[in-house]
């Protein structure tokens, strides 16, 4: 996706250990226009799928998965992170390991809000060893729905996570993938 | 806001201890289509103010700042409550407890994204003993920047939270107060 190429290389703060950080638009102050404009994009990549619910996680996911959900006239639902005396005890879980976080945490998916036989897509702001995916895609098989792919809208191609999930034939769209960075220049695929 | 209202008495879950679950289309699960007539109630609710920004806080807050934001055409920032590898160092901190997890964190934003003089509308999901907006509105304050007004969806008047931030003068536009929980139903103010 251009644009948002573009504004990674305007705004993308490229840090120590291969990082960009995109905090400026997407993922601590968030730019909703250029997130209408991906939800644009992630509609016309799914555009031949039947979407019923789009799935991510908290936290900087959600703003991508409601925004982009006006595309697909769905409802949203979010994993959680945290135990919380209001969710039910009811749940789908899975474990998933968070290298920024240097923590393993429980993601959880009340059990009423994934159906068997709905169709699901997961989307999520960045994909890079995959984790947070692959703890959703364990939570979509427990609860029998299905799923129909993968939208993320920065994927780190120098690590592995994406490959794994083309590998096994999962649909993965990225709307951006960084293949390395250069003398301070990003590499995109 | 009425059609708030008549949602939470459809779907809303009244569980022990005057809690109105509404994770079936707020905090869990989201109905899209209902955050965008919230979107708009907040726009006239706030017709008159000039805004610059919207804060919130994660989790739930970013699904309803995000959707709102569209109609104000402005950016959101949202406060990270947990510490990451890939957040500023220098950032503007305040200490809140939160009841419905039982633990006090620290809510973070990077000074880079409140400045001086902007002007900024406090969005959250839920407002009880107002500790959250407490801690966005210190934030705020440390920044120099403009609190305009803080805008809720759900306000649960049986709390003092509400009460504390009208004594002081703020504006505080909740769409829907819920009083009390009389033999099983919802008395809203």
Redesign the interface.
């Known amino acids: 996706m251009e644009l948002l190429k573009q504004r990674i290389n305007k705004d993308g703060d490229i840090?120590e250990g291969n990082?960009v950080?995109v905090?400026?638009?997407l993922n601590?102050?968030?730019?909703?226009?250029l997130?209408?404009e991906i939800g644009k994009e992630f509609k016309s990549r799914f555009s031949l799928e039947k979407i019923d619910k789009i799935l991510t996680i908290?936290?900087?996911g959600?703003?991508i998965?409601?925004?982009v959900?006006?595309y697909f006239?769905?409802?949203?639902?979010?994993a959680?992170?945290?135990?919380?005396?209001?969710?039910?005890k009811d749940t789908y879980e899975s474990k998933v390991y968070s290298y920024?976080?240097?923590k393993t945490y429980t993601i959880r998916?009340?059990k009423?809000?994934l159906n068997k036989g709905e169709n699901i897509l997961i989307l999520d702001d960045f994909l890079a060893k995959g984790k947070a995916a692959e703890g959703l895609i364990d939570i979509i098989n427990q609860s029998n729905s299905n799923l129909i792919g993968v939208g993320i809208v920065i994927e780190k191609g120098f690590q592995n996570g994406g490959k794994n999930l083309r590998d096994k034939g999962i649909k993965l769209e990225s709307l951006a993938i960084v293949d390395s960075i250069e003398n301070g220049k990003i590499i995109f695929r």
Chains 1, 2 share one sequence.
């Open positions: 840090k990082i950080k905090d400026s638009f601590h102050q968030i730019d909703v226009e997130l209408n908290e936290a900087s959600i703003a998965a409601v925004i959900a006006q006239n769905v409802p949203v639902v979010f959680k992170k945290t135990d919380s005396k209001n969710l039910d920024t976080k240097d998916v009340s009423k809000y």
